[in-house]
């Protein structure tokens, strides 16, 4: 593995040093100039604990079958016969010429063959993620400042901001004994709900205002804000499942999902948008739940977005989100703000996906678990539920254990599964008395996303200013049925940006990444129409199954097309897309704009001293490139891709030969039995999905409070 991860992050020879600082950007940062010598050395095995770090990643995120399949591929790799097949010369690798090992793994990436397709994705993609997670001079060296954020405390316009005070939470956990028993510990309560997210938070507030007995466990921590400090490596272990890692059993695409006390909401970039109307239609029609249509739906959207004091008026759009306005609009895109629930604060915060420093972003530990906290809701996190217990048909509690102390949760009137879409199902898959419910688990949406990267002239710094604030609509109807894409800004982090840009070798890799301050990524997010499924290992543990369809590959690729030209329209210099092997597009048709200031634009755009020039999108080699972009389609691990929102594995409906649980989120198949969280919806959002849940979670509460006999007439403002 070391010598395959040296022909990824490599020495540079003196030649290719010569081109590399050709390359170099006349006017770098001092942080990075400082670094450049020492970045240009760096081979990945050159420090053990990357090596230690590699082989964690490896057994933490990789499926079995996939790990099964990379060991085999590495062991051949070990033999003298195996590098005679895959590379004409006798090895073992570790002998072999570097730059003939780096030429493999680029062919690997465009194999007709799967496991060389998956072997060599897998082993990229993991030695650049642990490569830059963890070595801070590479990180210096390509520009990304290291230490807390400031960005958010000085937003380019208005007064400079300071930190809200956070609610000090108390846990159960405080009482369990230490060092562990053998003892269960029981802990009693009216309802258990099982995951503090966007679901189990909402939940908790309704019910514990109508005088319930609440309490909500998680398998995650509690990380305190005071210790949020932007790190890459840090905030993806503490705050996301699989150390933000987790792909597919076949490879194709990675998922990023919130592990810990405020679940998602905790990392989600601030979008706060509602679905549209022929998702809600389609919602009711075909899958019989005629609340998403009705006045109650709309009215527990608005009370949601009420309690995070979501909007766009404070909105101070960064350089990213303004350059694909700009783009969008001289294209004739339909382009919009995207309100944030920021509390009607700037916000102006580009490293949120790691927990939000300023406690602007209100999240669930600034919301609904904050109002249930101080409704007498309690909380126990480091809980791993093994199961829910379910007497005569009816829910009666979850076992479980936390840090190796057996603990028991009574649950006297329900049990609530507000995991997110890939725990709920896999908690209820290890329920024996649920096996006659065949829906658990089915019709996992991920809202697949490619990556658009344009690099420009100048630096645009993306990791600074709001993440995501505007959005692009032009791909939304591929289909009119309502299936396509939405275009926005992604996230800016070093691995994130080194995994999902081709690999062409330890030189250009190394030229490309010094250029991330001058480049940003727009994302294309599928809303896909055909799912996946969640099942179990022998180990109890989840396992996504899932991989693009035909039909949905479509809407990726359109969007795909639309993002290179709102790319073209802003004056991008160069145009790389997440397939691999794909040739890079270098604008060379800029013609500069008058500066004219326009009124038809989104408010608190980026100031721009001179208006960025345009590219030409009817150029004849920009065309050719789009075809040839079209193509290389989007079939899997053929583009690179990643999910951020996960849905619809125990999803409501009225048939129950395709949903899991009943309109109003009873689980099929035991008694008092919710689920509110992602799974819970009956089809991609086709938007950030966390208001839907939001809302969605509002209006089984309010189930919930009907069926226990506990509805209040007068409940709380966003309740």
């Given at each position: 593995m070391a010598a395959m991860a040296d022909a990824i992050i490599g020495a540079l020879t003196k030649e290719e040093k010569d081109a590399f600082y050709r390359t170099l950007p006349a006017d770098m940062s001092p942080a990075q100039r400082k670094r450049i010598d020492e970045y240009a050395e760096m081979n990945?095995?050159?420090?053990?604990?990357?090596?230690?770090?590699?082989?964690?990643?490896?057994?933490?995120?990789?499926?079995?079958?996939?790990?099964?399949?990379?060991?085999?591929?590495?062991?051949?790799?070990?033999?003298?016969?195996?590098?005679?097949?895959?590379?004409?010369?006798?090895?073992?690798?570790?002998?072999?010429?570097?730059?003939?090992?780096?030429?493999?793994?680029?062919?690997?990436?465009?194999?007709?063959?799967?496991?060389?397709?998956?072997?060599?994705?897998?082993?990229?993609?993991?030695?650049?993620?642990?490569?830059?997670?963890?070595?801070?001079?590479?990180?210096?060296?390509?520009?990304?400042?290291?230490?807390?954020?400031?960005?958010?405390?000085?937003?380019?316009k208005g007064e400079e901001q300071v930190a809200a005070e956070h609610y000090p939470f108390k846990f159960l956990n405080e009482s369990l004994p230490s060092p562990p028993t053998k003892t269960p510990v029981e802990i009693e309560a009216d309802v258990v709900i099982v995951g503090s997210g966007c679901g189990g938070g909402v939940v908790a507030d309704y019910l514990s205002r109508c005088g319930l007995k609440v309490v909500v466990v998680d398998k995650g921590i509690y990380v305190d804000p005071k210790h949020m400090n932007g790190d890459e490596e840090y905030g993806l272990m503490q705050m996301y499942d699989k150390l933000g890692l987790a792909p597919s059993k076949d490879g194709s695409i990675f998922i990023l999902s919130g592990s810990g006390f405020g679940g998602g909401s905790r990392i989600n970039w601030s979008a706060s948008l509602k679905p549209l109307y022929f998702v809600r239609d389609s919602w009711e029609k075909k899958h019989g739940v005629p609340y998403f249509n009705s006045h109650a739906f709309a009215e527990d959207l608005d009370a949601c977005l009420t309690r995070m004091g979501a909007g766009t008026d404070a909105t101070q759009h960064n350089m990213s989100n303004s350059l694909l306005v700009l783009g969008a609009m001289r294209?004739?895109?339909?382009?919009?703000?995207?309100?944030?629930?920021?509390?009607?604060?700037?916000?102006?915060?580009?490293?949120?996906?790691?927990?939000?420093?300023?406690?602007?972003?209100?999240?669930?530990?600034?919301?609904?678990?904050?109002?249930?906290?101080?409704?007498?809701?309690?909380?126990?996190?480091?809980?791993?539920?093994?199961?829910?217990?379910?007497?005569?048909?009816?829910?009666?509690g979850v076992v479980g254990s936390v840090n190796g102390q057996p603990v028991r949760l009574n649950a006297r009137r329900a049990v609530v599964t507000s995991c997110g879409s890939i725990q709920t199902p896999a908690l209820l898959l290890r329920t024996p008395q649920l096996k006659s419910n065949t829906q658990i688990g089915k019709h996992l949406h991920l809202h697949p996303v490619a990556f658009v990267t344009g690099y420009y002239d100048y630096p645009i710094d993306p990791w600074e200013g709001g993440i995501l604030t505007t959005v692009s609509n032009a791909a939304e109807l591929v289909d009119k049925e309502g299936w396509g894409a939405k275009i926005e800004?992604?996230?800016?982090?070093?691995?994130?940006y080194s995994a999902m840009i081709p690999f062409e070798g330890v030189l250009h890799h190394k030229a490309r990444t010094v250029r991330f301050r001058y480049s940003f990524a727009l994302i294309v997010i599928v809303r896909d129409k055909y799912g996946g499924s969640i099942t179990i290992g022998n180990d109890g543990e989840p396992e996504i199954n899932y991989s693009i369809s035909e039909f949905d590959q479509r809407s990726m690729i359109e969007g795909v097309l639309r993002a290179t030209e709102i790319h073209m329209n802003a004056g991008v210099s160069e145009i790389v897309t997440s397939q691999p092997g794909m040739r890079p597009f270098v604008n060379t048709t800029n013609v500069a704009v008058p500066n004219v200031k326009t009124s038809n634009?989104?408010?608190?755009?980026?100031?721009?001293?001179?208006?960025?020039?345009?590219?030409?999108?009817?150029?004849?080699?920009?065309?050719?490139?789009?075809?040839?972009?079209?193509?290389?389609?989007?079939?899997?691990?053929k583009i690179m891709m990643g999910s951020a929102h996960?849905?619809?594995?125990?999803?409501?409906?009225?048939?129950?030969?395709?949903?899991?649980?009943?309109?109003?989120?009873?689980?099929?198949?035991?008694?008092?039995?919710?689920?509110?969280?992602?799974?819970?919806?009956?089809?991609?959002?086709?938007?950030?999905?966390?208001?839907?849940?939001?809302g969605t979670s509002r209006g089984i509460a309010r189930n919930m409070a009907r069926a226990l006999g506990v509805e209040t007439s007068t409940p709380a403002p966003h309740l």
């Amino acid at each position: 593995m070391a010598a395959m991860a040296d022909a990824i992050i490599g020495a540079l020879t003196k030649e290719e040093k010569d081109a590399f600082y050709r390359t170099l950007p006349a006017d770098m940062s001092p942080a990075q100039r400082k670094r450049i010598d020492e970045y240009a050395e760096m081979n990945f095995s050159e420090d053990p604990r990357r090596m230690n770090i590699l082989a964690m990643y490896v057994t933490i995120t990789v499926p079995e079958g996939m790990r099964m399949r990379t060991n085999l591929l590495l062991s051949t790799l070990g033999s003298a016969a195996g590098c005679l097949l895959l590379f004409g010369r006798l090895g073992p690798v570790w002998e072999i010429d570097r730059s003939l090992r780096t030429e493999a793994l680029k062919s690997w990436s465009t194999s007709r063959l799967l496991m060389l397709r998956q072997g060599g994705n897998g082993i990229r993609g993991l030695t650049l993620i642990a490569f830059y997670r963890s070595c801070a001079n590479a990180i210096e060296a390509i520009g990304y400042p290291i230490g807390d954020p400031t960005d958010w405390k000085h937003p380019p316009k208005g007064e400079e901001q300071v930190a809200a005070e956070h609610y000090p939470f108390k846990f159960l956990n405080e009482s369990l004994p230490s060092p562990p028993t053998k003892t269960p510990v029981e802990i009693e309560a009216d309802v258990v709900i099982v995951g503090s997210g966007c679901g189990g938070g909402v939940v908790a507030d309704y019910l514990s205002r109508c005088g319930l007995k609440v309490v909500v466990v998680d398998k995650g921590i509690y990380v305190d804000p005071k210790h949020m400090n932007g790190d890459e490596e840090y905030g993806l272990m503490q705050m996301y499942d699989k150390l933000g890692l987790a792909p597919s059993k076949d490879g194709s695409i990675f998922i990023l999902s919130g592990s810990g006390f405020g679940g998602g909401s905790r990392i989600n970039w601030s979008a706060s948008l509602k679905p549209l109307y022929f998702v809600r239609d389609s919602w009711e029609k075909k899958h019989g739940v005629p609340y998403f249509n009705s006045h109650a739906f709309a009215e527990d959207l608005d009370a949601c977005l009420t309690r995070m004091g979501a909007g766009t008026d404070a909105t101070q759009h960064n350089m990213s989100n303004s350059l694909l306005v700009l783009g969008a609009m001289r294209g004739g895109q339909p382009v919009n703000p995207v309100p944030q629930n920021t509390g009607g604060l700037p916000h102006y915060c580009g490293k949120c996906l790691y927990g939000c420093p300023s406690g602007h972003k209100m999240d669930g530990t600034r919301t609904f678990l904050q109002d249930a906290a101080q409704h007498g809701t309690q909380f126990l996190t480091k809980c791993h539920v093994q199961r829910i217990l379910i007497k005569d048909g009816v829910a009666t509690g979850v076992v479980g254990s936390v840090n190796g102390q057996p603990v028991r949760l009574n649950a006297r009137r329900a049990v609530v599964t507000s995991c997110g879409s890939i725990q709920t199902p896999a908690l209820l898959l290890r329920t024996p008395q649920l096996k006659s419910n065949t829906q658990i688990g089915k019709h996992l949406h991920l809202h697949p996303v490619a990556f658009v990267t344009g690099y420009y002239d100048y630096p645009i710094d993306p990791w600074e200013g709001g993440i995501l604030t505007t959005v692009s609509n032009a791909a939304e109807l591929v289909d009119k049925e309502g299936w396509g894409a939405k275009i926005e800004v992604g996230a800016s982090t070093p691995s994130l940006y080194s995994a999902m840009i081709p690999f062409e070798g330890v030189l250009h890799h190394k030229a490309r990444t010094v250029r991330f301050r001058y480049s940003f990524a727009l994302i294309v997010i599928v809303r896909d129409k055909y799912g996946g499924s969640i099942t179990i290992g022998n180990d109890g543990e989840p396992e996504i199954n899932y991989s693009i369809s035909e039909f949905d590959q479509r809407s990726m690729i359109e969007g795909v097309l639309r993002a290179t030209e709102i790319h073209m329209n802003a004056g991008v210099s160069e145009i790389v897309t997440s397939q691999p092997g794909m040739r890079p597009f270098v604008n060379t048709t800029n013609v500069a704009v008058p500066n004219v200031k326009t009124s038809n634009t989104i408010p608190n755009m980026y100031n721009f001293q001179e208006l960025p020039k345009q590219g030409d999108c009817t150029h004849p080699t920009f065309r050719k490139w789009q075809e040839e972009v079209r193509k290389g389609g989007a079939q899997p691990t053929k583009i690179m891709m990643g999910s951020a929102h996960q849905m619809s594995s125990c999803r409501i409906g009225a048939d129950p030969k395709y949903s899991a649980a009943d309109p109003i989120g009873r689980i099929r198949g035991a008694k008092n039995l919710w689920v509110a969280d992602g799974s819970a919806l009956p089809e991609a959002t086709g938007v950030n999905p966390m208001l839907s849940i939001l809302g969605t979670s509002r209006g089984i509460a309010r189930n919930m409070a009907r069926a226990l006999g506990v509805e209040t007439s007068t409940p709380a403002p966003h309740l």
